[in-house]
Each structure stands twice: as structure tokens, then as C-alpha cells.
């Protein structure tokens, strides 16, 4: 069993700034990925960031906006997010998954995930 505990999420005007932190806790095998999804009302749960051994990996729409880090010996991810936009409104959880557990985009990779937290960005 992995347990995820995220942080960070909130209310921020159009074109500011977010940090989110997800700790990670349970066997080791079961967090050699550690991403970010999020998920709109009424849309589906969608790929934002993953890293996964000294790969990082990002969906288009936030390619040069937000940036995934993690310290590996802490099993902790973090996700900045700059240059917010409205469309970014969503919960934001964090999951994990196994070595070779599938396409890093894909939620079916992961077995484990956390609670969400909310990113609100007015305009």
C-alpha cells in the first residue's frame, strides 16, 4: 500500500503562481512514478506531469509553464505551476505507479493516488 498526502493547491489570479507537494509513503517498488493529473468539472481526469527515474515527462498544454520535481530519497514530487490560466482550474491529484506499468500519460499506469487538491485561477 502507498499513501499520498498533497498540499499546495488554492485561489490565484490569471497568470500567477502555484506550488503543489505530494509525500509518498509505503513500499518503494510502488513509486517509481510519481505524476500529477488533474481533472475539470464535467471533463475527464487528464495527464499533467509524471517523473519517472531521471525522466520527466509533460502534457502539451503545460509544457513551459509547469515544471514536476521530486526528491527520490524523500518519495516527494512537487509541481510549480506559473503562468496560470483559467483552464487550469481543476483538482489536482497525485499518483503513482510501478516500473513499466504502462504509458506515463495514462491514469491505468498508476495504482495509487491521492486525494486531490483544488486549483482555482480567476480571471
Known amino acids: 500500500q502507498v499513501q499520498l498526502v498533497e498540499s499546495g493547491g488554492g485561489l490565484v489570479q490569471d497568470g500567477g503562481s502555484l506550488r503543489l507537494s505530494c509525500a509518498a509513503s509505503?513500499?518503494?517498488?510502488?513509486?517509481?512514478?510519481m505524476g500529477w493529473f488533474r481533472q475539470a468539472p464535467g471533463k475527464e481526469r487528464e495527464f499533467v506531469a509524471t517523473s519517472a527515474g531521471m525522466a520527466t515527462f509533460y502534457a502539451e498544454s503545460v509544457k513551459g509553464r509547469f515544471t514536476i520535481s521530486g526528491e527520490n530519497g524523500k518519495n516527494m514530487v512537487y509541481l510549480q505551476m506559473n503562468s496560470l490560466k483559467p483552464e487550469d482550474t481543476a483538482v489536482y491529484y497525485c499518483?503513482?505507479?510501478?516500473?513499466?506499468?504502462?504509458?506515463?500519460?495514462?491514469?491505468?499506469?498508476?495504482?495509487?493516488w491521492g486525494q486531490g487538491t483544488q486549483v482555482t485561477v480567476s480571471s
Open positions: 509505503g513500499r518503494s517498488s510502488d513509486i517509481y512514478k
Open positions: 499518483a503513482t505507479g510501478r516500473f513499466a506499468s504502462g504509458p506515463v500519460a495514462s491514469p491505468a499506469s498508476y495504482a495509487y
